[in-house]
Structure formats: C-alpha cells, structure tokens
C-alpha cells in the first residue's frame, strides 16, 4: 500500500501541466497493478452478532413498541410520500400518551418548569406567586441552584420530603419516611431497579417473579433481561379480571417445582386491563404475600384514573398498615408512581418515585449503591414530580385553576371510558369488560377460525393478525393482546382510550366496521 501511494506521489523534472498530466496518469496505472497482484484481505468476523449477543438482551419482548408500531411507522412515511391509502392519518391508539393524542399540559406544572428551567422568569409578574415559592424551595435545593446539576443519587432531598407528605395525605395520616423514598426516571426504572436486586439463585433455586396474565410487557421483558422465572397468575375475565387468591395459591404451588417464588406484582389499577382492586382483594394479598415470604411491587401508577362510581383507589400501603403490625413490621413493599398518567400525561419528563417500606437496613445500601451507578434521575422529571405531589391548595393563587384543569381531564377519561366500553359491547363478537379505571380498554375478540388458518399461514398469532389488517385498513395502531398474555384459545387487543371525545368515536366505528367486515371476510 506504502509503495502504491508512493508511485502516485512520484513526479521527477520540471513541472509543466502536461508533463504532471503524464507522469500522474503513469504512476497511478502501476500503483494500481501493485494493488491487483496484492491478494485482497477477507473481511473480519463482526465482534458483536446475533449468535454471540447477551442473550437475555435477545430474549427481551415489549409489544407496546414492537412489529406492529414498526409497521405504524412505515405507513406514515408512506402517506408521507404521497401513497394513497383508504385513510389520511395514522391513529397511535397503542400507547398511553396522553399528550401526543392532544391532551393539554397542566397549566400550574408547566409554570413551575419554565421557572426552574430559566429562573430569570422569576421576576417576571407574568407567573404567579404559588409557582414562584415552589420553583425556589426546588431551586434551592439543587446544586448551583440549577436543574442542570446531578442531584444526590435517592433523589433531591426536598422532593423526596414532599413525596412522604404526598403519601401521608393520601393515606389519611399513615406515615411516610423520605428515607424511604427513591425518586426514579419514571416507574419503570424504579421497578426495574429493585427487580435487578431481588432476583438471585440457579436452578430451582432461581428466583420466580409472580405476574398478572393479561400484564404490562415491562414486567416480562425485565424478567428476560434479568434470567429470572417468570410466574404467571391468571385475572379472571369473566368476573371484571378481578384477582383471585386461589389462583394466586395454584401458581405458587406450581412455581415451586422449579424455581423460589419470591416476588408478587400487582398492577392496580389494571394495565391493560382497567380494573380497580377492591379493599378486600388486597388485604388477601397482603395476606398471601405474608404467609408465602413474598416481596410485593406494586405498580400504582393509575392511582389518579378511578372512574367507576363503584370503585375507589386503595393503596397497599395504607391497607398494610391498617391490617396491624403483624403485617405492617414484616412485609416488604415496593410501590411506584409517575408524572407520565394520571391527569397529569408528562410522560417526557420521565418522573417517577418509589417506596419501598422493611427493606433490611444494609439492603438499603446496596439498592442505593445500585442507584447510583446511574448518578441520578434526571432533575427535570424530579421536579415534575414535585409538582404533582405537591400542587396547589385551596387559598393558593392557582387552586381553582388547577383543580378546573385536573377535573376536567379525569371527567372525560371517564366519559371516555363509558363511552368505548359501550359501543364496543354493541359489536358481534367483541365483548369488553367495564373499564373502572387506567387509559385502556381490552376487549375480547372473536376470531373465525379461517383467519386463524391464514395468521398461522404467515406465521402470526392470530390477533397480530387482527391488528395488522386493522392498521392496513383503517390506520389504527392497536396492540394485539398475545404481547401482554392471554389465556389460550382467546384473542384481545388493547386500545387507549385518549384521543379526544369526537376522533375517539371515528375510531371506534372504523374498528366496528372493520371488525364486521373481517367476521364476514373469514366466515
């Protein structure tokens, strides 16, 4: 190579145009015949391939963003592109993002932000006075006075201080110990984080992670990553997927043949399924949970997104407390919250928190040790999450505001709810349970058995099927039920319930006709 550049380099006399002309074109002719007589070297091996990959990492499956979003994706950029199609637009009804579907930032918490991202807004008297007083308590509690700056790796102190009096006011007084709150780059960090610290074993002695079948995929895909075992536990579908304690017992007993089940995830209220746990569903939980050595997560994240008149929010945390002492000094609870649901939907700013409650004192050092690998969650989202434990109250400038905006939001989910609930019911062949709470509806759906020939033909679950003709006909992106788990021999898939009151109605037709058309298509 050395004595090919060389050769085109050479150039001898005196310089003229066509001489340099001449002796280049001469040069470069036998740097290249050296170059064809060298053999050529055979391409290296890549280091890093499907084969040779951290297979756990392979393993890892999140149906929220998986085939059917990819395929969401390229027929945006097709309509892009000028394709026609027998729809306009792309309906992401596969994910709970409340604001790309058009809901409205909380006014008060994007004060706050703007506050603490450029604290000159300070003195401006466009901003009222409530904002002011919190974005300096969390101003003065960063370094420099500044979100820029890394925070202590639990989280900042002030933040954490104000999630404890969060919890104690929600709870009607049970206390809340800032020490034991772990701000999060949203829950799934938190439920991530303390999974990673509780699995352990080889063999039979691996740990058993006990999950909700239908689940949110965050939950099996961290189990993959981890090598963990994941338990299932089946809801009951015909009896609103409430939790049965029995079938809690069957998968423990079964669980126990080939792994240490010690973990119990709840998921309440449901995602995807919508229900409200009842007070005394989790107090046989907690029970449960205390009489097999189980470590309880519980994801409460929809704490806010309670619409049925029938149901109320309880958390297990105030419900281990109330059940004494025997209970409340022994069981160990990990519960998390977000900014990204509720009224709120800031899924960007990716706020979390979790509580975790009888953790072993030098457990506690090692989850924080864990923590801060990551040096910390980011700060804006630690702010936002302030903002949500700590809003305003009633005296306050921006009460009355805030509290317009936060009922307003809820009441349409609510409406929402009923609304999808219902007109999916007056569908043959789909049936959806009363959506008590969260953002999603997961109705059950009939599939002829032709269409299940024809999925299988292109190497399908029958309800990916479902929902990929449904994107290709119609521009809804659904996700098909077989991503969260299902029993065998049903079909599902899961929608939100986001999008404003009108464009939620067309969706909702376009699903009915389609659903209609493919029961008559594969009869």
Known sequence: MQRAAALVRRGCGPWTPSSWGRSQSSAAAEASAVLKVR??????????????????????????????VLKAGEIELELQRGIKKPFTEVIRANIGDAQAMGQQPITFLRQVMALCTYPNLLDSPSFPEDAKKRARRILQACGGHSLGSYSASQGVNCIREDVAAYITRRDGGVPADPDNIYLTTGASDGISTILKILVSGGGKSRTGVMIPIPQYPLYSAVISELDAIQVNYYLDEENCWALNVNELRRAVQEAKDHCDPKVLCII???????????????EDVIHFAWEEKLFLLADEVYQDNVYSPDCRFH?????????GPEYSSNVELASFHSTSKGYMGECGYRGGYMEVINLHPEIKGQLVKLLSVRLCPPVSGQAAMDIVVNPPVAGEESFEQFSREKESVLGNLAKKAKLTEDLFNQVPGIHCNPLQGAMYAFPRIFIPVKAVEAAQAHQMAPDMFYCMKLLEETGICVVPGSGFGQREGTYHFRMTILPPVEKLKTVLQKVKDFHINFLEKYA
């Open 268 to 282: 309440n209220p449901g995602n995807p399924t919508g229900q409200v746990q009842s007070r005394k569903c989790i």
């Open 315 to 323: 958390s297990f945390k105030k419900v281990l407390y109330e059940m």
């Open 39 to 68: 053999p050529e070297r055979s391409r290296r091996e890549r280091i890093l391939t499907l084969e040779s990959m951290n297979p756990q990492v392979k393993a890892v499956e999140y149906a929220v963003r998986g085939p059917i």
